[in-house]
């Protein structure tokens, strides 16, 4: 038989592991509050509230792992410290006691030392805001029964990213031939993951016990600037290259005066603003993984967007 894996969350991440799974032959049981998820056989989707220790207890009976990708309802750090430790702790509790492993997506916020290329060794001790509750998030783990796997990835990029700096701020203007506006600069190095790349990480890691209890870097391509990045999938679209220019930092910090979510993206701003570089070279190793080449994964973004847009009744940039 198949075995079960469980999915928690619909968004990128989620959503691209349960389809891989599913590809794979594995039975997938993905659980969101709105019953989302890839409408595909071998993918079950269930309305659950996985912040419920109940409602976990019998969806994840008899799984293999579980892959926890939930996020918050917001992008601040009140909510985060809300919602996302009450989450964590009812699945990894739930997890235990079915003796699955639990697999978690996670972000660079956590490390302390991010002037410098950020490996699996590095401090991962910031403090305060939302990379005070990523660190935390991480402690919990570490310190909890249940066998865990953080996978780290760099901002994302790929098929259906839509709400990150690499979405819909940057491939919607590409395809509309309009300007490109990004934060910080754009002509510092950066980190990006392709999703895809992150997912197949995840999958391999919770299928390798000797893998288990440990901090992975998902395989992440060389840094490039958002200046590169636009260019890649403006290549891949074949199109012109855009204008493109940048929202300096002070002003993204005067406006966080005034605006919550201005401050939250400007607490944020020293990612763009110099040298932001993740390293996953020795998790490529222990994983057996590469990283998709650009161009390659421009290509199947750029794909994704346009396939979108044609679908009836829908509109590039619209919700979905």
């Given at each position: 038989m198949s075995e079960l894996y469980v999915v928690t969350?619909?968004?990128p991440v989620g959503w691209t592991?349960?389809?891989?799974?599913?590809?794979r032959g594995h039975r997938v049981r993905?659980?969101?509050r709105s019953g989302s998820g890839p409408d595909r056989e071998g993918v079950e989707r269930i309305r659950a509230d996985v912040s419920?220790?109940?409602?976990?207890?019998s969806h994840v009976a008899g799984a293999a792992a579980i892959f926890h990708c939930i996020h918050g309802s917001a992008y601040r750090a009140r909510t985060w410290e809300a919602e996302l430790p009450q989450a964590?702790?009812?699945v990894t509790d739930a997890a235990a006691a079915a003796g699955a492993v639990v697999v978690f997506p996670e972000s660079l916020y956590s490390y302390s030392e991010s002037d410098r290329?950020?490996?699996e060794a590095g401090p991962r001790e910031a403090s305060g805001g939302k990379r005070g509750?990523?660190?935390?998030l991480l402690k919990a783990r570490q310190a909890h029964a249940a066998d865990t796997v953080s996978v780290v990835a760099g901002d994302f990029f790929g098929p259906r990213v839509r709400m990150a700096h690499a979405g819909e701020r940057l491939v919607r203007?590409?395809?509309k031939g309009k300007a490109v506006q990004v934060v910080g600069s754009a002509d510092q190095p950066h980190s990006f993951t392709y999703v895809p790349d992150l997912a197949a990480a995840m999958i391999a890691a919770a299928r390798e016990p000797k893998l288990w209890n440990s901090v992975l870097h998902a395989p992440t391509a060389p840094p490039v600037t958002m200046r590169e990045l636009a260019s890649a999938h403006t290549t891949a679209a074949g199109l012109s290259q855009p204008k493109l220019s940048a929202v300096p930092g002070w002003l993204l910090r005067l406006l966080g005066v005034f605006s919550t979510d201005m401050r939250e993206v400007a607490e944020m701003l020293y990612q763009f603003e110099r040298p932001f570089v993740m390293d996953s070279t020795r998790s490529e190793q222990r994983l057996g993984l590469r990283p998709t080449p650009l161009p390659e994964a421009a290509a199947a973004t750029v794909a994704w967007w346009r396939d979108l847009e044609n679908k009836p009744g829908s509109r590039l940039g619209s919700a979905q």
């Open positions: 969350g619909a968004g592991i349960a389809e891989q799974l599913a590809e993905i659980l969101t419920d220790p109940e409602q976990l207890k964590e702790q009812a290329v950020m490996t509750v990523r660190t935390a203007p590409i395809l």
